[in-house]
C-alpha cells in the first residue's frame, strides 16, 4: 500500500487502470462468448452427424470423437481465458 491511507490506494488504482481493466475485461467476455458460440457449433454437428448413425461401433466412434475434441477445446480456452484473467488483475496486484 506504499504507506498510503487505503481510500488513496483505492483511487490510484481505479483511476489509473480503469482502462486497461475494462479492455481485459472485454477481451475475457469475447473469449467466454467465442468459447460457448464454437461449443454449440461443435455439439450441433455433433448431434447432425448422430442422426444418422447406424451401428453401436459408429456411435461410439463418434462420441469418442467428440469427446475428445470437445475436452481438448476446453482445455485449450480455459488456460486462454485463465491468462486474460491474470493479465486483468495484474495491474492492481502489482500495487499491492
Do not use: C, W
Not at 461449443?39 to 475428445?68: C, D, G, I, R
Request: net charge negative.
Amino acid at each position: 500500500m506504499h504507506g498510503s491511507p487505503p481510500g488513496i490506494f483505492l483511487r490510484e488504482i481505479t483511476l489509473t487502470d480503469f482502462s486497461a481493466v475494462q479492455a481485459n475485461f472485454t477481451a475475457i467476455a469475447t473469449a467466454h462468448a467465442d468459447f460457448a458460440k464454437a461449443s454449440m457449433e461443435s455439439s450441433k454437428s455433433y448431434f447432425e452427424k448422430l442422426a444418422t448413425v447406424k451401428s453401436p461401433q459408429n456411435f461410439m466412434e463418434l462420441t469418442t470423437e467428440f469427446t475428445k475434441s470437445a475436452y481438448e477445446t476446453f482445455v485449450t480456452d480455459a488456460a486462454k481465458i485463465s491468462e486474460l484473467y491474470k493479465a486483468a488483475f495484474q495491474p492492481a496486484a502489482a500495487k499491492i
